[in-house]
């Protein structure tokens, strides 16, 4: 989103001989767009910060036709990138250039990797993420999510500027052991820096191309790389897969508990909490990586991922086999709550546990007897447990885990327990509809009335469709499954499991979900050892919470039964009309909550696009009329 954009020579003229005139264009325009931009020190940092780039800019002898952006808002990220410079190369190749800009002028080291101390406002000293490396993963979301970055092979280099810090801290801010980044890939310009920095920029932008950031911003937003190839980095302890502030907090925090807790002896039990799509298990395999693979090349750590859902981590595995990971190095890694029944005490430096929501305190089939506490084995065997979490998504009867019973366990072991604003992932990861998107759905399904009840699909960025009948939907999901392998149809679980018996549909007339008079008949998931998602086999199948749950989609197509329907102007949901077995049919609170989280799950699968078919009129019609058609 461009909030500010213009040439070299406009920007400079708007910074000298009175700073306040690009700081309250900048400000007005950042309220007009709905981003902020009212709090004092914001305003001061582009009154005192910007004529120092517009310096820079002068001293370098730029053709004053070039543009600059500030402010620009990644799509799929809450962030901000200060101060962007773009145009072409000497060899004419597309490059922009991203600048943080801070006012310090001191700085320590952190005991947070990638982060050191500072003053960010009077008074306040705080672990904050280096700026270069902030700069960094913005390009990286944008060489990642942007197709036309990728596409158009758009370079996208990157530095900071600290223009008031001396010299004499170079030592900290350009550590290469702390901050190997600062040496390679994303400098650190300092207050007498000035000429260098100039340099810097003059070789990377020589000439203007005006459409360069419209392009970009009007482009299709999209993951460039799969997320295996994303989920082996981060396991090699790559330090460059979070996306960020947020994420990189929640990376730092748990790498920074797990020194101090094998140094020292302590406990410490971090809670991370985030909605669908907000990175949960990036963030997670990214701590794992750092721990078996640390940057500073000191002595692995013993550390694994545990999720109480088997389909997150049997699909993760499936996607690592082919790497250079073998099945029992993937096993020693992947594990489930069962495992720790038995280990001896503090055995793991860190559990990391994913989808915390579903973990389980006993559950028939995993060779426990009913007198043992699984959570608290978990406990007993760990150091640290980080744990993501995201109560609106319980599904089921067993799911057992709350915030409030991981205080109990941490207050039982004496651990220090970490969570809060800092350690809150709200960024969008997975669906390209955004924010936007998940809030809508989230005020739809009647979770909150914070946001507008009305959603509008930006096309081509999302694809979002209400189908009138479900054999629509499912012709659309097979069309897309053609060119996009991970398009599935998923139901809420309103129709009975009748082809259980007969998994390989041997019989012709077994069908589990037959709608449209006849005219759409399909069955449920098979079970077997490959996971449904990475199965071409099951397109023809229809998958349940229990199978993506966790997990992505390319395009999703969701059915929504007769146990959520439209009555007298508000959604009543009907659980039991719902024929899932894990129910808490004697609770029915607790059920409403499970189905309408069930929907939440299917509803937030989509990374491109999500089709929706209601069994119910009323509920079709509804939804429908929540959605506001493109002018």
Not at 593 to 604: E, Q
Request: proline share 4%; hydrophobic share 35%.
């Amino acid at each position: 989103m461009i909030v500010y954009q213009e040439t070299i020579k406009t920007f400079q003229s708007e910074c000298f001989p009175y700073a306040s005139v690009i700081a309250n264009k900048v400000r007005d325009k950042m309220k007009e767009m709905g981003l902020g931009g009212g709090a004092k020190p914001q305003y001061d940092a582009w009154e005192n910060s910007l004529p120092y780039m517009a310096k820079v800019l002068t001293k370098s002898g730029l053709d004053t036709n070039i543009d600059v952006a500030i402010e620009y808002k990644l799509e799929t990220s809450e962030d901000r990138a200060d101060f962007i410079v773009y145009g072409l190369d000497e060899n004419d190749k597309p490059n922009l250039l991203v600048v943080e800009l801070k006012q310090w002028s001191t700085v320590k080291q952190s005991s947070i990797p990638n982060f050191v101390l500072a003053q960010v406002s009077r008074g306040n000293v705080t672990d904050v993420w280096h700026p270069s490396i902030q700069a960094y993963n913005y390009a990286n979301i944008l060489q990642k999510f942007n197709e036309y970055v990728n596409d158009h092979h758009v370079a996208t280099e990157t530095c900071s500027y600290l223009h008031n810090m001396p010299n004499v801290f170079e030592a900290i801010i350009r550590d290469p052991k702390l901050f190997p980044i600062t040496a390679t890939e994303s400098q650190v310009f300092l207050k007498d820096d000035v000429d260098k920095l100039a340099d810097f920029i003059k070789k990377n932008v020589k000439k203007p191309k005006k459409d360069l950031l419209y392009l970009i911003d009007n482009s299709t937003i999209r993951p460039t790389e799969a997320f295996s190839r994303m989920l082996h980095e981060a396991l090699k302890g790559s330090p460059f897969s979070s996306y960020d502030l947020h994420q990189a907090k929640a990376v730092g925090q748990a790498l920074k508990s797990v020194n101090e807790a094998v140094h020292y002896g302590y406990r410490r039990t971090i809670i991370v909490k985030g909605g669908p799509g907000t990175g949960k298990s990036v963030v997670a395999m990214n701590i794992l990586g750092q721990l078996i693979h640390p940057a500073d090349g000191s002595k692995p750590m013993n550390a694994c991922y545990v999720t109480p859902n088997y389909i997150p981590r049997e699909t993760f595995s499936e996607d690592l086999i082919g790497t250079d990971y073998r099945k029992s190095a993937i096993a020693n890694l992947f594990k489930t709550i069962s495992s720790f029944v038995g280990q001896t005490e503090q055995a793991f430096a860190c559990v990391i546990v994913d989808e915390a929501h579903r973990a389980f305190q006993w559950k028939f089939g995993y060779g426990v007897s009913k007198d043992i506490d699984m959570i608290d084995k978990l406990f007993y065997a760990s150091s640290v447990q980080v744990f993501f979490i995201d109560e609106d998504q319980v599904v089921t009867k067993d799911d057992y885990l709350t915030i409030d019973l991981i205080k109990k366990y941490a207050e039982k072991y004496h651990s220090q327990l970490l969570m809060g604003d800092d350690l809150t992932l709200t960024s969008q990861f997975r669906c390209l509809g955004g924010e936007r998107y998940v809030a809508f759905i989230n005020s739809f399904l009647g979770y909150d009335n914070k946001h507008s009840k009305y959603f509008q699909p930006k096309v081509p960025k999302y694809d979002f469709k209400i189908c009138d009948s479900a054999s629509e939907l499912r012709d659309l999901i097979f069309e897309k499954n053609i060119t996009f392998k991970k398009a599935r149809i998923v139901a809420g679980e309103a129709y009975e499991w009748t082809s259980k018996l007969d998994p390989n549909g041997t019989d012709p007339d077994d069908f589990d979900i037959v709608l449209d008079g006849g005219a759409f008949k399909m069955r449920w998931n098979k079970k077997q050892s490959r996971s449904y998602v990475n199965d071409p086999l099951q397109i023809d199948r229809v998958g349940s919470v229990s199978t993506v749950q966790g997990i992505d989609l390319d395009y999703c197509g969701v059915i929504i039964g007769k146990d959520m329907v439209y009555r007298n102007s508000q959604i009543v949901y009907v659980p039991e009309a719902n024929k899932a077995d894990y129910m808490p049919r004697s609770d029915k609170d607790k059920a409403i909550r499970c189905v309408r989280n069930g929907y939440k799950v299917l509803l937030t699968r989509g990374i491109r696009g999500t089709y929706i078919y209601c069994q119910d009129e009323a509920l079709r019609n509804h939804l429908k009329s929540l959605i506001i058609k493109e002018q």
